[in-house]
């Protein structure tokens, strides 16, 4: 069982960046062969695609509205994943979820592991 924990919300203004980190409790193996992914998700939406990178961090995915913005990267010695986001805007105000699956995938129902998520707010 892989247990994941997101941290490094808060609030920020437009424009300011803002690291997201999600530590996996499960080491070594299991964590290099999972592909990580970040979700969001505001009131009232279904979760939207982030971002996602491969295992060993061979491969990203970008959502379109993020691309050039931010950037997604692991870490396999730390099991640790996180999301560099810069030129926040409003609109990236979400919980953002953290994901771990077999499958490097854009899908939601790709990831097998979730994490509690952690607030970004973004002020205009």
């Known amino acids: 069982q892989v247990q994941l924990v997101e941290s490094g919300g808060g609030l920020v203004q437009a424009g300011d960046s803002m690291k997201l980190t999600c530590e996996a409790s499960?080491?070594?193996?299991?964590?290099?062969?999972?592909?990580m992914a970040w979700f969001r998700q505001t009131p009232g939406k279904e979760r939207e695609f982030v971002a996602a990178i491969a295992r060993k961090g061979g491969s990203t995915l970008y959502a379109d509205f993020v691309k050039d913005r931010f950037a997604i990267s692991r870490d396999g010695a730390e099991n640790t994943a996180y999301l560099q986001m810069n030129s926040l805007r409003h609109e990236d105000t979400a919980i953002y979820y953290c994901?771990?699956?077999?499958?490097?995938?854009?899908?939601?129902?790709?990831?097998?592991?979730w994490g509690q998520g952690t607030q970004v707010t973004v002020s205009s």
């Open positions: 499960e080491s070594g193996r299991t964590f290099s062969v999972l592909a």
């Open positions: 994901a771990a699956g077999w499958i490097f995938s854009r899908l939601n129902n790709s990831y097998n592991y």
